[in-house]
């Protein structure tokens, strides 16, 4: 039997979850709603993260861009995803949705301007 403490971030509750895996049977305790087990759950099973970071703006007197993935990624893929995000640099004008990085990694995610440089 595996017992894994994590703290519930899906409402600002905050509950403290025991999740309990006996064998493939996962069970928790401490969360106060349903939505609680299955973050627990899903941050046990394949935990997933959404990628926010700045890139480089090649000109003008901004020098980073924020921007933000499309979609979660693998936790465990984030570090070489933000390596490949790392070598972007883009050039104004850049608007806020327009994609800086398609398909990162071949996860399905587009890394796309979370702000407009124009
Ligand atoms: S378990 Fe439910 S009530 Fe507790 S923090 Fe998570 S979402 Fe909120």
């Not at 509950?15 to 939505?35: M, Q, V």
């Not at 609680?36 to 993260?49: F, K, T, V, W």
Request: hydrophobic letters at 35%.
């Amino acid at each position: 039997m595996k017992q894994v403490q994590y703290t519930c971030i899906v409402c600002p509750k905050s509950c403290s979850i025991t999740l309990t895996d006996d064998n493939g049977t996962l069970s928790c305790e401490g969360n106060e709603c349903k939505r609680g087990a299955i973050y627990a759950q899903n941050e046990y099973l394949h935990p997933m993260r959404t990628l926010t970071t700045t890139v480089k703006v090649a000109e003008g007197s901004v020098k980073r861009l924020g921007v933000i993935g499309t979609a979660e990624i693998p936790r465990e893929m984030l570090g070489d995803c933000l390596q490949e995000v790392y070598k972007v640099s883009v050039c104004p004008p850049v608007h806020a949705g327009d994609v800086v990085l398609e398909n990162v990694l071949g996860t399905g995610c587009d890394v796309v301007a979370a702000m407009t440089i124009e």
